[in-house]
């Protein structure tokens, strides 16, 4: 192999579920649980804000499929996320089907022997990520430098905090040298308002191609694709 070309990249900001890490659609279905005594709301309608700060989704889809006083919107989207928390939480420390994407950890190994740390941020909270993290493997092998969720800054996607938070923690000051890669709109948004210098979508989670598709996005099938945007060499 020759030799490697500099890296035009410091740093890669992965999603978690959906993309780098597939779990069958749990998230879509303990969001529904917990959003049914409430509001009837289909998975496509849960689709549509997967990605956000779940708070937010959930706010979001109450005001939209239901009617609500003064206050009463405050406390029922507490109450839901605490009922969607308890029941994650749950499905990621027992379902075996929640597993890494096919090539994600090899896809990690490669970047960071290629001098690339590697994030993953998240519309969770802290307490719902670092069980997801154990039941990979990833909180305990290094396979990867560091995760932020959305409890840990002001505003979550589509906003741009948690790759600003990620590029702190790496010491990267230029977002032009940031990878986001990411399955849903909100992520797109995200790299797009962050200005990172590549924003990836992938196709194996909740949002379709054409979805994906924005000014200034990039769609890939499968992850080996994203070393060749970066202009790395698979090793």
Not at 109 to 133: H, K, N, Y
Request: overall charge negative; hydrophobic content about 45%.
């Amino acid at each position: 192999m020759g030799s490697q070309p500099v890296n035009r990249f410091d740093l890669v900001v992965f999603d978690v579920a959906g993309t780098t890490i597939l779990d069958g659609d749990a998230v879509l279905e303990c969001l529904n649980q917990a959003l049914e005594p409430y509001v009837d709301v289909t998975l496509d309608d849960a689709r549509g804000v997967m990605g956000l700060p779940k708070p937010v989704a959930i706010r979001d889809l109450l005001g939209a499929f239901g009617t609500w006083t003064d206050g009463t919107l405050d406390a029922l989207v507490d109450e839901v996320h605490r009922s969607f928390k308890r029941a994650i939480i749950e499905r990621y420390r027992d379902d075996d089907a929640v597993v890494a994407a096919p090539g994600a950890e090899r896809l990690f190994e490669v970047l960071r022997r290629s001098g690339v740390r590697v994030a993953l941020d998240t519309g969770f909270s802290r307490d719902i990520l670092d069980p997801l993290l154990r039941r990979v493997g990833w909180g305990q092998n290094g396979s990867i430098d560091f995760s932020v969720t959305s409890d840990e800054v002001e505003r979550g996607r589509p906003f741009p905090e948690l790759i600003y938070r990620a590029m702190e923690l790496a010491g990267v000051t230029s977002a032009a040298r940031v990878v986001k890669v990411g399955d849903t709109l909100s992520d797109m948004r995200e790299g797009l308002n962050a200005g990172c210098g590549l924003v990836v979508g992938v196709t194996h989670g909740t949002h379709t191609r054409e979805q994906l598709t924005l000014p200034g996005t990039v769609v890939i099938d499968q992850f080996a694709e994203l070393l060749t945007l970066m202009g790395l060499e698979a090793e």
